[in-house]
C-alpha cells in the first residue's frame, strides 16, 4: 500500500509529549477523521508496522531513540450535547478541560474533580484516570471505538468489570482504538460548579508542580491492605529533590518528575530506579510505574 499523504516519515515525538522528551517515530499520522483512522490502521497492516496511539501525550515517556513504527495521535475532538435527555456524546481527541469547561458554562457536573487534567478523552478513559477521589470512568455510558477491522461500541453495564484503578478493558485490548464515548452528567447550577471547579484547581496548583512532567509516575500501592499514597512514600524515604542529569523529582509533589530543560529518557529511568529501589529498602514496598513507556529502553 502506498504511503497515505496524511501520514508523516521521522516525526519527532518530543513535540507530543507533556514532558518535552523523545526520538523519532518512524511514521506518524494526525487523525482528526475516521477514515484516516481506517486507512492509517490498513498501511499499518500492510507494512507490517506496529501502532501506538496518543492522545495529548501526558502519562507517556518516549525513548529517546524514538519508536519504530506508526504513532497515531487521536485528533477527532467534537462534543455532541443533548440537554433533553442528557446525552452527552465526545470525540476521545477532546481534552477533559474542555468538558470541565463546558459544565461551568451551561450547567452540568460530574467533571470538577478533573479540572486541569492534561489528557485527552480517550486517554483518560484507557487509563481509568482518577483525580481527587473520582475515577473516570464512573462517568463512562458507553464507548466507541474501532477494532482494526469495524467500528464498535462498548457498554460498561454489559461487562462484568471493564475497569479498575488506573485500568481499563482497553488496556487489555491494545487493538481497540477509543473514538468517542457517551459520559453521564448531571444538570447543576453553573455556579456551583464554577465554584466546585475553582476549588478543585486551586489544590491542584498547590499540589503539583508547573514544570514539564507527565503526571503521577508511580501508582499508589497497597500497604496493609489500605491504598497509600506514593508521593508521601517517596517523601518520607528522603528523596524529593533528587536528581538525575535534568530530570527531578518534584520539590511540589514527590510523584511527579520534572524536565528542568533538555532532560533525557535514559535520565528519567534512572531516577525512577533509584526512586523504586530507596522506597523498597525503606518500606518494602516496590512502586508500581503508572506512566506507560514507549519505543526502544
Given amino acids: 500500500m502506498i504511503k497515505p499523504d496524511f501520514i508523516c516519515a ?29 486507512e492509517a490502521v490498513e498501511f499499518s497492516r500492510d507494512e507490517g508496522l506496529d501502532v501506538f496511539v496518543i492522545g495529548r501525550g501526558s502519562n507517556i515517556l518516549f525513548s529517546d531513540q524514538g519508536y519504530r513504527g506508526l504513532v497515531l495521535k ?21 481534552l477533559v478541560s474542555t468538558i470541565v469547561d463546558l459544565g461551568t458554562k451551561i450547567g452540568f457536573s460530574g467533571f470538577e474533580n478533573f479540572a486541569g487534567l492534561p489528557g485527552t478523552v480517550g486517554g483518560a478513559i484507557h487509563g481509568n484516570a482518577g483525580c481527587f477521589g473520582s475515577e473516570f470512568w464512573k462517568r463512562v455510558e458507553a464507548v466507541k471505538f474501532f477494532d482494526g477491522g469495524d467500528f464498535q461500541e462498548f457498554r460498561p453495564s454489559n461487562h462484568p468489570m471493564p475497569y479498575s484503578y488506573r485500568h481499563s478493558i482497553f488496556k487489555d485490548h491494545p487493538n481497540w482504538i477509543i473514538v468517542s464515548a457517551r459520559l453521564k452528567i448531571e444538570e447543576t447550577d453553573p455556579g456551583q460548579v464554577a465554584q466546585r471547579v ?27 491492605s489500605k491504598m497509600v499514597s506514593a508521593g508521601k512514600l517517596i517523601d518520607e ?46 518500606f518494602g514496598i516496590m512502586l508500581e510505574e503508572e506512566i506507560v513507556k514507549v519505543g526502544e529502553f
Fill in 10 to 38: 521521522n516525526k519527532p515525538l518530543f513535540r507530543h509529549s507533556t514532558l518535552g522528551i523523545g526520538g523519532d517515530a518512524d511514521f506518524f499520522a494526525l487523525i482528526d477523521n475516521l477514515d484516516k483512522l481506517a
Fill in 74 to 94: 487521536i485528533g477527532v475532538r467534537k462534543m455532541h450535547h443533548f440537554m433533553p435527555g442528557k446525552e452527552f456524546w465526545v470525540e476521545a481527541g477532546a
Fill in 198 to 224: 475553582k476549588e478543585v484547581a486551586e489544590q491542584r496548583a498547590k499540589r503539583q508542580p508547573g514544570a514539564k512532567n507527565i503526571g503521577c509516575i508511580f501508582k499508589n500501592p497497597l500497604r496493609d
Fill in 237 to 282: 524515604a528522603g528523596l524529593k529533590g533528587s536528581r538525575v542529569g535534568n530530570a527531578l523529582v518534584s520539590h511540589v509533589h514527590a510523584n511527579f518528575f520534572e524536565n528542568l530543560g533538555g532532560a533525557k529518557a535514559g535520565d528519567f529511568l534512572e531516577l525512577i530506579k533509584i526512586v523504586r529501589s530507596k522506597v523498597y529498602s525503606k
